[in-house]
């Protein structure tokens, strides 16, 4: 019962070093750029830009990232690496929230989107609880 939403903690730049110095090799070749920014903005994706933000919402080759340094309702990187649990993904291991703690960080974030996925998450955690173990 693990739903992606696309997101890639990335722990703010200044407290992981070594996040800020891969993501743009990972992610470089797939053109990013500050999704709804004005078309021709000038934007670099490098180690000194990831180092003067906190999040990221870009649009690349390969569809929409978001890089969270925080999140709201849910705070640090730190804060919620020990609510994860890792699982396999394509012979890489990811890191998921907790079914909980994504529908708290979704209802603190409190777009409609973001409410209807905790309909749907909620929906999913009671069918799971109420299946024969």
Same mark, same amino acid.
């Given at each position: 019962?693990?739903?992606?939403?696309?997101?890639?903690?990335?722990?703010?730049?200044?407290?992981?070093?070594?996040?800020?110095?891969?993501?743009?090799?990972?992610?470089?070749?797939?053109?990013?750029?500050?999704?709804?920014?004005?078309?021709?903005?000038?934007?670099?994706?490098?180690?000194?830009? /990831?180092?003067?933000?906190?999040?990221? =919402?870009?649009?690349?080759?390969?569809?929409?990232?978001?890089?969270?340094?925080?999140?709201?309702?849910?705070?640090?990187?730190?804060?919620?690496?020990?609510?994860?649990?890792? /699982? =396999?993904?394509?012979?890489?291991?990811?890191?998921?929230?907790?079914?909980?703690?994504?529908?708290?960080?979704?209802?603190?974030?409190?777009?409609?989107?973001? /409410? =209807?996925?905790?309909?749907? /998450?909620?929906?999913?955690? =009671?069918?799971?609880?109420?299946?024969?173990?």
């Amino acid at each position: 019962m693990w739903r992606s939403t696309r997101c890639s903690e990335r722990g703010g730049a200044k407290r992981r070093p070594h996040a800020a110095a891969r993501q743009p090799r990972a992610l470089g070749p797939t053109a990013p750029h500050l999704r709804g920014a004005a078309p021709g903005l000038p934007f670099g994706f490098d180690i000194a830009t /990831l180092q003067r933000g906190l999040n990221f =919402e870009l649009s690349t080759g390969l569809g929409d990232i978001d890089l969270l340094g925080e999140v709201a309702g849910g705070g640090s990187y730190d804060t919620l690496v020990p609510q994860t649990v890792p /699982l =396999e993904v394509f012979g890489l291991v990811c890191r998921f929230l907790e079914p909980t703690w994504l529908i708290r960080i979704k209802r603190a974030a409190g777009r409609p989107k973001d /409410l =209807e996925a905790v309909a749907e /998450l909620e929906t999913l955690r =009671e069918l799971a609880d109420a299946a024969p173990a």
